[in-house]
């Protein structure tokens, strides 16, 4: 079993920064491709950025140029740069985690984070 904890949301003003952390633990072998998510309310998850396991990312054109995923294998947690944050980034951001669990991939979540930005 694996366990993604979000850290680092809160309330900030629009222009301000954030920096989330997703920790994982239990016993993993491999952490493969990991993503964070948001979810607005009345709005469908959508992703954000992501990382491989080599360290290729991917962002949501919304948030190119102002967020930055990064990830520290050695510590298994992944972390969210967010800076200039505008009010339409309120949302809860979530850790998704591809992680290899005895012989099988298993897609792992963690509880959410909420980030709120005021204008």
């Known amino acids: 079993q694996v366990q993604l904890v979000e850290s680092g949301g809160g309330l900030v003003q629009a222009g301000g920064s954030l920096r989330l952390s997703c920790a994982a633990s239990?016993?993993?072998?491999?952490?493969?491709?990991v993503g964070w998510y948001r979810q607005a309310p009345g709005k469908q998850r959508e992703l954000v950025a992501s990382?491989?396991?080599?360290?290729?990312?991917n962002y949501a054109d919304s948030v190119k140029g102002r967020f930055t995923i990064s990830r520290d294998n050695a510590k298994n947690t992944v972390y969210l740069q967010m800076d200039s944050l505008k009010p339409e980034d309120t949302a809860v951001y979530y850790c998704?985690?591809?992680?290899?669990?005895?012989?099988?991939?298993?897609?792992?979540w963690g509880q959410g984070t909420q980030v709120t930005v005021s204008s």
């Open positions: 998704n985690a591809a992680a290899l669990v005895s012989s099988r991939f298993t897609d792992y």
């Open positions: 239990g016993s993993i072998l491999i952490i493969g491709r």
């Open positions: 990382i491989g396991s080599g360290g290729i990312t």
